[in-house]
């Protein structure tokens, strides 16, 4: 991780699935579907996506892969038993990849409320994950070789308490492990930027794209910050050798904005690259998408080492039945625009990634123009709707869920 030529990309969500849901021939694969060649250095696995579920334990959601909604669940627990993926894991890792589980998303229900409360918190993810043991082991005998903080929202209290203890627990583990963040471009960071300056990362993977400091700006110094964050990499940071990857989208259904050509993205590294020595390579969103896109990460990593593509040695496939729940909304955790702490600059409006069926539309007011909800469409982050008089957008994917409700993923924008 401490090299300048690494990918990492994302694996779990199945977001070319989300986006495509009809072809599932290119669907998200096994783990090891991903491993089977050097182009990818580190595959976060997405998400953890609740820290206190059934019985004060956490709950993953790994979409058509395993959840909770297709798989079978720890007595007592909302824990899916994932343990058919370990050898998929191992394997990667005997292939010299670097496996993490990453913590949060666009919906996760994660965080703390005190110090105590987060360094206590450390011993369940390394006895659940890491190196320590646990009757409730989603992974089985895997042992994962780190963390991702992925942060979309909610306060940061205890966060550098718990990543604290876990270092601790890490260090006095029997190999080498990770912890990593994936901050959006706008900086500091809303949700996890004073976490940043606290505690020393070993690498983060910025999201550029969804906001104004997105990848399609790079020309734009107004716009373009990755010199910002080589700043805060060489001397804010407690760790002055932590990695900055520039975070990007896999293809163009990967993200709302920011996708741009791997030529382009080839240009963009090479002259980040030569730039700033704070740069650790490039991040993915996600496998699924890189893979349905020509394979997205072969020319990335070709940039990023200057060589020809590899030669890969996967062939199998793999398609699990999946119901509507399995194309998780945590799916669209990186198609969102995250409230921004920063007083320069601008988010850009999500745009729909896929268009919901027709159904009739509001003739007058705000409203205007804008489809009533159907219960038989597929909505995305950014997608608008009226129901019962009032106007409504879309957080995240989602289905058959009428706005209104709980945690439905709809927020009202007003009266029509």
């Not at 400091?213 to 790079?218: A, G, T, V």
């Amino acid at each position: 991780m401490a090299l300048s030529t690494n990918l990492a990309v994302y694996w779990g969500q199945n977001s070319y699935g989300a986006a495509n849901p009809s072809n599932t021939a290119a669907w998200q694969q096994p783990i090891e579907y991903y491993c089977g060649d050097n182009t990818i250095d580190t595959l976060p696995i997405a998400f953890l996506t609740e820290f206190y579920s059934t019985g004060n334990l956490p709950t993953i959601d790994l979409a058509n892969i395993c959840s909770t909604a297709n798989d079978p669940v720890f007595p007592g627990t909302s824990l899916p038993n994932c343990s058919f993926l370990a050898t998929g894991i191992e394997t990667c890792q005997k292939a010299g990849k670097i496996v993490t589980l990453s913590i949060g998303g666009a919906t996760g229900g994660v965080g703390f409320t005190n110090n105590s409360e987060g360094q206590a918190y450390a011993q369940v993810i390394w006895d659940i994950f890491l190196g320590g043991s646990s009757t409730t082991r989603p992974f089985g005998a895997a042992v994962l070789d780190g963390i991702d903080m992925d942060i979309e929202g909610g306060a940061q209290t205890g966060y550098t308490a718990f990543l604290t203890a876990l270092r601790t627990l890490m260090n006095g583990g029997n190999k080498q492990y990770y912890i990593t963040a994936a901050p959006q471009c706008p900086y500091p960071d809303a949700y996890i930027g004073t976490t940043l300056n606290a505690f020393g990362f070993d690498a983060v993977y910025v999201q550029f794209y969804n906001n104004y400091c997105e990848l399609s700006n790079f020309g734009n110094t107004n716009d373009w910050d990755f010199g910002t964050w080589d700043n805060w990499a060489t001397t804010v940071s407690p760790n002055r050798n932590v990695k900055v990857y520039i975070g990007a989208p896999a293809s163009s259904t990967a993200a709302n904005n920011g996708y741009v050509s791997a030529s382009t993205l080839a240009t963009i590294i090479s002259q980040t690259k030569r730039q700033y020595a704070s740069f650790g390579g490039v991040m993915l969103w996600d496998a699924s998408q890189a893979y349905a896109n020509g394979r997205d990460d072969h020319a990335v990593k070709s940039a990023l080492t200057g060589a020809s593509p590899p030669v890969t040695t996967t062939s199998s496939t793999f398609i699990k039945t999946a119901t509507s729940t399995s194309l998780t909304k945590t799916t669209t955790r990186f198609t969102t625009t995250r409230s921004i702490a920063t007083t320069s600059g601008s988010s850009a409006k999500p745009t729909a990634l896929s268009s919901p069926a027709a159904t009739a539309t509001t003739s007058g007011g705000p409203c205007a123009g804008v489809s009533a909800w159907s219960p038989t469409a597929i909505y995305v982050a950014g997608d608008q709707v009226t129901y019962n008089g009032q106007l409504w957008t879309a957080q995240w994917w989602t289905e058959d869920t009428a706005p209104g409700g709980t945690n439905d993923g709809w927020s009202l924008v007003g009266s029509c």
